[in-house]
């Protein structure tokens, strides 16, 4: 499902960076499993989160979000997009996609007797950054005695309008897909 709402939501070009850097840890995880590199399971039995941005995630990147358990959507479990003063209900089952790590989000409590998990799927920056330095850290890269000050500079001008093409990833949106 994660992967149809990406087809929806994403440009082919953001669609092929993420199958990059999927791609490049493999090995670690089932053919097809998933455009993401990296799961985390909220185990609950009360799963809330307080107001945070995940720092660590591609600020372009996407994050899938699967709100899970037996609780009142309507009472309680709601995403809060606290810069954009949205607050979205999620009912068990459901998944949303949102860029986590320039979005402010929490969710709000549930009811008690109820109990919510969630299952977050995402891919670190640092996967994009190791796939772009060809399999290797900045750190390597930078105190390598083979990197040369071209590619230096090549790279400081890559980081520079990194985020330009990032934005440009991003679908415009005029109303509801029909």
């Not at 998944?95 to 402010?104: D, H, K, V």
Request: aromatic share 12%; proline share 7%.
């Amino acid at each position: 499902m994660q992967e149809a709402a990406i087809e929806i939501y994403t440009k082919p070009k953001w669609r092929r960076k993420a199958g990059v850097a999927a791609d490049a840890p493999r090995r670690n995880f089932p053919e097809h499993f998933s455009v993401f590199t990296t799961a985390t399971y909220n185990f609950g039995p009360v799963t809330v989160t307080l107001p945070h941005i995940d720092f660590g995630n591609l600020a372009w990147g996407w994050c899938a979000i699967t709100a899970l358990g037996n609780f009142d959507p309507d009472r309680g479990g709601h995403l809060v997009l606290w810069d954009l003063k949205l607050i979205i209900r999620i009912p068990p089952g459901s998944t949303i996609l949102l860029p986590s790590a320039i979005l402010r989000h929490s969710n709000l409590k549930i009811g008690p007797n109820e109990t919510r998990f969630s299952f977050t799927q995402f891919t670190p920056a640092g996967i994009f950054r190791w796939v772009y330095n060809d399999f290797r850290t900045d750190k390597d890269i930078n105190g390598s005695k083979d990197t040369t000050p071209e590619q230096h500079q090549r790279r400081k001008r890559d980081r520079e309008g990194r985020w330009r093409e990032g934005i440009k990833m991003y679908r415009k949106w005029d109303g509801p897909v029909k």
